[in-house]
């Protein structure tokens, strides 16, 4: 038995630790955003300090001595001061946009309920385009046009001023493409679901709110399957950048094809989504038994 939850959730933490965590992830964010901006534009406007940022030294990792650039420190702290901010910044929006299990439990009208569902506000798809276009926009202005005009690049540039540029922008630029293809694939999921859900209505529709507890549900309505399959897809493109950047032809064409290839699977998987018996506007977020 299923029952759907009221229109208006409760968020699944208090409202001070919800703006507490989204305060803390955005100062993280700005702080790994200045950080990289103050290199990336030393490195274009003062190639002296750039080659001695690229200079090396020697560096203890896990116990072992390596020579290492002086920027690995730095590029380090700005991709662990992003990770941990995008994290937290996540955490708060997915927990204010979702009901608390506690809240619906304490309520006499869900008592004795095998499932649970509430309704989600879903991100616009205009939203959703302009992101994929944003995220283009920089993929693309990041790596390949730096790579092949080399925008950023002081005029009088040698090759260690340019290697750490790539430094710089390979980590920014490899998000913006596993992004812009997770985008991508629930974007086209989102706009397929329609035709999804007359397809399903047609073979079970007596059943349309009970899930398939098979692997299918599993993976494509817990895991969001398909849209690990688009962002492993798109880093692996963004990764090619490497290669192509050090004369590794073949590798980089090799990476953009099994990209594709993941990306593609990633597509084929989002047009699978009525096979779970769910509805992309709802979560299921309690369950006693079988529904």
């Known amino acids: 038995m299923s029952r759907v939850a009221p229109s208006k959730p409760t968020p699944t933490i208090s409202p001070l630790i919800g703006?507490?965590?989204?305060?803390?992830g955005w100062v993280l964010l700005l702080v790994s955003g200045c950080v990289f901006g103050y290199m990336l534009f030393i490195a274009v406007t003062d190639p002296a300090q750039a080659d001695v940022w690229m200079n090396e030294s020697l560096q203890r990792t896990r116990g072992r001595e390596r020579m290492a650039p002086?920027?690995?420190?730095?590029?380090?702290f700005i991709a662990i001061m992003?990770?941990?901010?995008?994290?937290?910044?996540?955490?708060?929006d997915i927990a204010r946009r979702h009901t608390s299990p506690a809240s619906i439990a304490a309520?006499?009208?869900f008592h004795n309920v095998e499932s649970v569902r509430h309704g989600l506000r879903p991100i616009s798809p205009w939203w959703q385009l302009l992101w994929l276009v944003l995220l283009l926009v920089a993929f693309v202005g990041i790596l390949p046009v730096q790579f092949s005009v080399g925008l950023l690049s002081p005029a009088q540039a040698d090759e260690r001023t340019e290697m750490l540029i790539f430094l710089l922008l390979f980590g920014p630029g490899?998000?913006?493409?596993?992004?812009?293809?997770?985008?991508f694939v629930s974007l086209i999921k989102k706009l397929s679901f329609p035709?999804?859900?007359?397809?399903?209505d047609a073979r079970a529709a007596e059943s349309r709110r009970v899930p398939q507890r098979g692997a299918v549900h599993t993976f494509l309505y817990l895991w969001r399957g398909d849209l690990w399959f688009a962002g492993f897809g798109g880093t692996l493109i963004g990764i090619s950048a490497w290669p192509y950047f050090s004369d590794g032809v073949g590798i980089g064409h090799f990476?953009?094809?099994s990209g594709v290839c993941w990306l593609v699977l990633g597509v084929v998987a989002a047009l699978q989504f009525w096979r779970t018996g769910e509805n992309l506007n709802?979560?299921?977020i309690g369950r006693k038994g079988r529904s």
Do not use: Y
Not at 70 to 76: D, E, F, L, S, Y
Not at 195 to 200: D, I, L, P, V
């Open 195 to 200: 035709a999804q859900e007359r397809r399903r």
């Open 174 to 183: 490899v998000l913006a493409a596993g992004g812009a293809a997770v985008v």
């Open 19 to 24: 703006r507490i965590t989204m305060i803390v």
């Open 107 to 109: 309520s006499s009208e």
């Open 70 to 76: 002086n920027a690995t420190g730095p590029i380090v």
């Open 282 to 284: 709802e979560a299921v």
């Open 82 to 92: 992003f990770f941990l901010g995008a994290t937290c910044v996540g955490i708060a």
């Open 255 to 257: 990476l953009v094809f």
